[in-house]
């Protein structure tokens, strides 16, 4: 058995590294098995190892922080079509089991579904690259002669065929066009029409991707929570001396000129779904913020009112706060799709931010990482200095809905935690829906609630 790597993006996108030893160690460094130079990844980011004694592939962490199906790990069990993310918002390769059958080749169906997997994240153009390079480095020897023959006699057939309709009389053309159906030129008009549209829907999309990228994402915000238990007795709970402190992250985005910011319930009221304290709730306990902020590409961190916070009375997972006008005046507001009219099939583009004080580490400038290392910066800290230096940018990552319901929309965009709240842009450019949750080691899943639920808080 054999490690296989399939590139979804970042250098070595759209290739597909088959591994001849049964450790794998991915970095940037020249003498890395697999090098893949891109900003995050370290020299020795990763390491991958076939146990031979189990018959499994270990994945651990070296000196860069990983996920697996959007997940943080640091040492994991790979499955075949696990996801693997050098840091956060780092480049992206499909793992596959790779058993060789006599000589050394990859099937035509794993050509074309990996051809697939690149089209979802990097577009057509690097999907044609990947399966053509597949086709004459990965395949069976006759394939490898085949195809380019194939290609070369398929255009020399073209030209023999365009130079005698050129050189034909008038007149026999006419009759070639006139031996044709009614009902095949119809069917021929309505393929040409299927494919413009095609054509024109994924001009569209890779339009809305880049204004999402350069405008949008500047109103989809980090949010940065800190609070406590205070006690039956109004002191706060202690452990080992100090305050009993919970610290977390999530997203949000703006949705009104007012100030106001939607993100999910779990996200502005989080004590509600944390298993771990609610012994504590049920004692007496009461959770306070003693801090709540949120932060916008290009400004730095908004206290928001722990009173603002408005949620609806069932238990659908969103949530506003509100901020002040002011405050918000130079971010856009994002435009929201109208109730009722979310389709499948359709383009999801989820943007948010990954949680936890590495993942934000990892695409920051190195010099200024070094400097909040020395300094012991802890989070807020670290949101500060990041923001002052405009390093605060969401992450983007594209799917399609394969299904909606009334309360729930579902995709393959790959998300993570600390996307919690993040707007769902459909193919057309407006949010379909507020990013919930992922189905645990499983990224073809992934929920948000439906847009309209949301709208419905807003002050009318």
């Not at 095949?184 to 001009?203: N, V």
């Not at 007496?284 to 961190?301: D, N, Y």
């Not at 949101?383 to 309360?407: H, M, N």
């Amino acid at each position: 058995m054999r490690a296989q790597l399939l590139h979804l993006s970042g250098p070595l996108r759209g290739r597909t590294v088959t591994h001849e030893r049964p450790s794998v160690v991915i970095g940037s460094a020249g003498d890395c098995d697999e090098v893949v130079r891109a900003a995050g990844v370290a020299a020795r980011h990763a390491q991958i190892d076939f146990v031979e004694a189990e018959c499994n592939f270990h994945l651990r962490r070296l000196d860069g922080a990983v996920f697996v199906n959007g997940n943080e790990v640091e040492e994991v069990i790979l499955q075949d079509g696990d996801q693997i993310e050098l840091g956060a918002g780092g480049p992206v390769a499909r793992f596959r089991i790779y058993v060789p059958q006599g000589a050394v080749c990859k099937p035509v169906r794993r050509m074309l579904a990996d051809a697939g997997d690149v089209a979802r994240v990097s577009g057509g153009f690097e999907a044609t690259r990947t399966l053509t390079r597949d086709l004459l480095t990965q395949a069976t020897l006759s394939l490898k002669v085949g195809f380019p023959l194939f290609v070369v006699a398929m255009g020399l057939l073209a030209g023999l065929l365009g130079g005698w309709l050129g050189t034909r009389p008038e007149a026999a053309r006419e009759r070639t066009a006139n031996e044709l159906t009614q009902g095949e030129i119809d069917r021929l008009r309505a393929e040409q029409q299927q494919q413009k549209e095609k054509l024109e829907q994924l001009a569209s999309v890779n339009d809305t991707v880049r204004r999402i990228q350069r405008e949008w994402s500047r109103g989809v915000c980090l949010f940065h929570g800190v609070f406590r238990l205070r006690g039956k007795d109004g002191k706060w709970i202690e452990v080992r001396g100090d305050p009993y402190e919970i610290e977390y992250s999530g997203s949000g985005f703006l949705v009104s000129r007012a100030g106001y910011i939607v993100t999910n319930r779990h996200v502005a009221v989080p004590w509600l779904d944390l298993d771990m304290i609610a012994p504590l709730l049920e004692i007496g306990a009461v959770p306070e913020f003693v801090q709540l902020t949120v932060t916008f590409p290009g400004l730095l961190p908004i206290d928001v009112p722990f009173d603002s916070v408005v949620r609806r009375q069932d238990d659908i997972d969103v949530a506003l706060v509100k901020v002040p006008v002011e405050a918000v005046a130079a971010v856009p507001v994002l435009p929201l799709q109208p109730a009722g009219e979310i389709s499948e099939d359709q383009h999801a583009i989820v943007v948010g931010y990954p949680t936890g004080l590495a993942a934000l580490l990892a695409r920051a400038d190195p010099a200024l990482v070094e400097k909040m290392r020395d300094e012991s910066a802890t989070m807020t800290m670290a949101i500060a200095e990041l923001a002052a230096a405009g390093q605060i940018q969401p992450l983007l990552t594209q799917g399609v809905v394969s299904e909606v319901r009334a309360d729930k929309v579902t995709y393959d965009a790959v998300t993570t935690h600390g996307g919690s709240g993040g707007p769902v842009f459909g193919g057309n450019g407006k949010v379909i829906a507020v990013n919930h949750a992922i189905l645990q080691d499983y990224t073809g899943a992934n929920f948000g609630v439906p847009i309209r639920f949301a709208a419905e808080l807003l002050p009318k």
